[in-house]
Nanobody, 121 residues
Framework: QVQLVESGGGLVQPGGSLRLSCAASGSIFNINAMGWYRQAPGKQRELVAAITSGRSTNYADSVKGRFTISRINAKNTVYLQMNSLKPEDTAVYYC???????????????WGQGTQVTVSS
């Protein structure tokens, strides 16, 4: 089994910062891309940022210049540093990992349970 455990969400005022963490554990051979998605009430889940094992990154236009994704491959951990937060960043943030459980296994997409981020004064 594979588990992704997120932490770091909470309530922050506009203009503030938060850092999300996600650690993958369990039966893992290797992890390709890791990323963060978010889902606001009444909206579809959307990609926020992603990072490959080679540390190539991709960001949603709405967070470019404010959010930074990083990872530590040896710890199967991904982070999302969120600065200059806006009320429209309010959502449940989900960690994602595309990984193989065995050397010959298919790549599967795994999700964390989600962590709430609320930006409000």
């Amino acid at each position: 089994q594979v588990q992704l455990v997120e932490s770091g969400g909470g309530l922050v005022q506009p203009g503030g910062s938060l850092r999300l963490s996600c650690a993958a554990s369990g039966s893992i051979f290797n992890i390709n891309a890791m990323g963060w998605y978010r889902q606001a009430p009444g909206k579809q889940r959307e990609l926020v940022a992603a990072i490959t094992s080679g540390r190539s990154t991709n960001y949603a236009d709405s967070v470019k210049g404010r959010f930074t994704i990083s990872r530590i491959n040896a710890k199967n951990t991904v982070y999302l540093q969120m600065n200059s937060l806006k009320p429209e960043d309010t959502a449940v943030y989900y960690c994602n990992a595309d990984l193989r459980q065995t050397v010959l296994g298919d790549i599967g997409k795994y999700w964390g349970q989600g962590t709430q981020v609320t930006v409000s004064s």
